[in-house]
Each structure stands twice: as C-alpha cells, then as structure tokens.
C-alpha cells in the first residue's frame, strides 16, 4: 500500500499541479440507523503558470473527499492572461453575496490578498496583485468569485487582443 501512496504523489509532482486545501466542512445526516458523517473538501489547484481550477470534493473521510475535489479541479482548470507577472487590468466582480475586486501591482510589490484569494491567484502563478474582498466571509463564494473573474478576465483580454491586431 506504501507503493502506492508514493506513486501517487509522484504522478502529482509530474502533472505540474500544485495543490491547496481551502476548506474542510464535517457534514452530518440524520438517517433511521443513526447519523451518517461526510466531508466536503474545497480544493485549489494550479501549475503557477497561469492554470488554476476550483473542485468541491465530497467523500466519507477526507482523503477520499480530497481526491474527488483535486479531480474535479483538475478538469475544470482554466487559463488565466498574465502579463509582466500581474492581471492585465482592472477587474470588479458581485457573484452572489461575494464582492472581489483584483487590480494589477507593480513589480515587486507581491500578492496582496485575503486567503481565499490568495490560494486562487498565487496558485494561477499571479505574483504582484492587489485584491479586496468587499462581500461576504464565506470563503467557498469568495474562491468561485475569484475564478469567475479570473475568467471573465481572460474572455475580456482576449478581445482586447483581437481587437488590436485588426
């Protein structure tokens, strides 16, 4: 079984994904035999090289709920535009109760972000931005927030590149 266990992990060093657990929830259900327990685990993956995905993982214990939201990230990662190390430009984005608001930095002055963010953008490979989480606490809106900018982000950058080179 130890074999396994390296083989495992050394397949997740060669894919180039990095992997980040946001959050863990205990989740319990009542049921006619007495409480079933679960776990949802919310994971952010990334190759630092402008990849990064979300996956919400859900299992009996949490390694196995761990895999399921590294599989779903995973294949649901998408590309993020990166220009000289930061965003190319401003981005505002309300998704529910979460508000985020990702502004290119200068050279140098580093990742400034709340954690949920954090995690999505330095995991993206972003390494000088600002950001500021104006809605809600719950981080699980605030990281879907996060990748839907970064995506829409990504839609605008390249119209702005078609547009140019018209």
């Given at each position: 079984m130890n074999r396994n266990?390296?083989?495992?992990?050394?397949?997740?060093?060669e894919d180039g994904f990095e992997e980040r657990i946001v959050q863990v929830n205990r989740v319990s259900k009542k049921?006619?035999?007495?409480?079933?327990?679960?776990f949802s685990v919310l994971m952010v993956v990334g190759d630092k090289n402008g990849k990064v995905g979300v996956g919400?993982?859900?299992?009996?214990?949490?390694?196995?709920?761990?895999?399921?939201g590294v599989a779903l990230a995973k294949k649901h990662a998408i590309a993020v535009p990166i220009v000289n190390g930061t965003i190319p430009f401003e981005f505002y984005i309300?998704?529910?109760?979460a508000k985020?608001?990702?502004?290119?930095?200068?050279?140098?002055s580093g990742v400034i972000a709340g954690g949920a963010v954090r995690s999505v953008v330095s995991l993206a490979g972003i390494e000088n931005i600002s950001s500021k989480v104006l809605g809600t606490d719950?981080?699980?809106?605030?990281?879907?927030?996060?990748?839907?900018?970064?995506?829409?982000?990504a839609v605008r950058h390249k119209r702005e590149l078609e547009r140019r080179n018209k």
């Open positions: 266990i390296k083989n495992f992990e050394m397949q997740k060093r049921t006619q035999g007495g409480n079933k327990i679960g919400l993982g859900k299992g009996a214990d949490v390694s196995l709920a761990i895999k399921k309300k998704l529910g109760a985020i608001l990702l502004k290119p930095a200068p050279k140098g719950n981080q699980a809106s605030n990281v879907y927030a996060t990748i839907e900018a970064l995506k829409r982000l």
